[in-house]
């Protein structure tokens, strides 16, 4: 393997390593957004909530663990068929270098309210 092979190795990892580090912390706030639109849908009681309970609940989640990538009023609920529908899909677009940025879309954050969809 001569120098310039192992240069364009060494490049290469090297740009899959800075995309990692990038993209980490918006996987890691997706998680938190994915715990937190659980925790609101979970916590729906179709008695006593309203609409707007779920939005205040995911308003102070969301200040409290500081979720900047999206807000309580880019997450979309409403009612269809009678059930409560959440829905907190969203794109992050992150810049690695000069002006090539990485989009990463989340297309699953889609929950009914009252229903259980955690193990625990």
């Known amino acids: 393997m001569g120098m310039?092979?192992?240069l364009i190795i060494a490049v290469m990892v090297g740009?899959?390593?800075m995309s990692g580090?990038?993209?980490a912390p918006g996987l890691i706030e997706y998680q938190t957004i994915r715990e937190l639109v659980i925790e609101a849908a979970e916590g729906y009681d179709d008695d006593e909530d309203t609409i707007a309970d779920i939005r205040r609940q995911l308003s102070g989640?969301?200040?409290m663990?500081?979720?900047k990538t999206i807000g309580p009023r880019?997450?979309?609920i409403n009612r269809e068929n009678g059930k409560v529908m959440?829905?907190?899909n969203y794109e992050d677009?992150?810049?690695l270098f000069w002006r090539i940025d990485a989009v990463v879309k989340y297309d699953d954050l889609v929950f009914v309210a009252g229903e259980r969809y955690s193990d625990e």
């Open 4 to 6: 310039l092979s192992m």
């Open 65 to 67: 663990n500081q979720i």
């Open 15 to 17: 740009f899959f390593v």
């Open 61 to 63: 989640s969301f200040n």
């Open 86 to 88: 959440i829905d907190a």
């Open 74 to 76: 880019d997450v979309q």
């Open 21 to 23: 580090i990038r993209i």
């Open 93 to 95: 677009r992150i810049p």
